[in-house]
């Protein structure tokens, strides 16, 4: 006896009482996190470095990137550079640090392969994020809301740009950004509605 049950998602979540926000220090600060051993990470990697890195200190002579690659990145991209004002990081065990110091979390991913754990934790850590549309695919954040959404290219440099410069931009969309965590990513709250649907669905099968 087979009987139907519909379809239910359960969100990816964040640990909201590890990813504390904190209150966003002085400078012109940027952060990518992710393992290059993903290929979209690793096409974003390139272009941060090859595009759009080099534009961005032009124009901001303080800004500051740092990029965690992963373990064992010259694996997968030979070759890396880091260039005046870029730091890269291999393993990470504890990414918090850098989420607290940082200004502006850059997600310019160009394709999409799942939910970006880490535009998660930027919105924990109550700070700004930059995003292209894939890289906040499937989490509904709103464009100058939770997150500044921008296309590669001339386009996302140009919000970059802005953003470094707006401390009132980027505290708005942040704050904005923990709430959101706090109201539809808490890893409580998701593994509470993934009880009920449990139960919704031993009862249906009694």
């Given amino acids: 006896d ?8 359960v969100a990816n979540g964040v640990d909201l009482e590890r990813f504390q926000p904190g209150p966003e220090q002085a400078g012109q600060k940027m952060l990518f996190v992710g ?3 993903h290929y979209p990470n690793a096409l974003a990697v390139r272009y941060l470095l090859e595009e759009f890195w080099p534009q ?3 124009r901001v002579k303080a800004a500051e990137l740092d990029i965690v690659l992963g373990p064992n990145a010259e694996l997968y991209l030979p070759g890396l550079r880091a ?6 990081h291999g393993f990470v065990r504890d990414v918090k640090p850098l989420y607290e110091a940082t200004n502006l979390v850059l997600i310019p991913t160009p394709v999409s392969a799942g939910t970006n754990i880490k535009a998660l934790e930027a919105l924990a850590m109550q700070r700004a994020v ?3 549309p894939s890289g906040v695919n499937g989490l509904d954040l709103r464009h100058g809301e939770e997150a500044w959404v921008a296309e590669s290219g001339e386009h996302y440099l140009e919000a970059a740009v ?7 931009l980027r505290s708005r969309i942040a704050k904005r950004a923990r709430k959101l965590a706090e109201e ?3 890893w409580r709250a998701i593994a509470q509605r993934q009880e009920e649907i449990w139960g919704r669905v031993g009862r249906s099968l009694n």
């Fill in 56 to 58: 961005v200190k032009e």
């Fill in 83 to 88: 260039g005046d004002g870029v730091r890269l």
């Fill in 130 to 132: 930059l995003a292209t």
């Fill in 35 to 37: 393992s290059v051993r």
């Fill in 184 to 186: 539809r990513f808490d």
């Fill in 162 to 168: 802005r953003l470094l410069g707006d401390g009132s």
């Fill in 2 to 9: 087979r009987r139907a049950v519909g379809g239910t998602v």
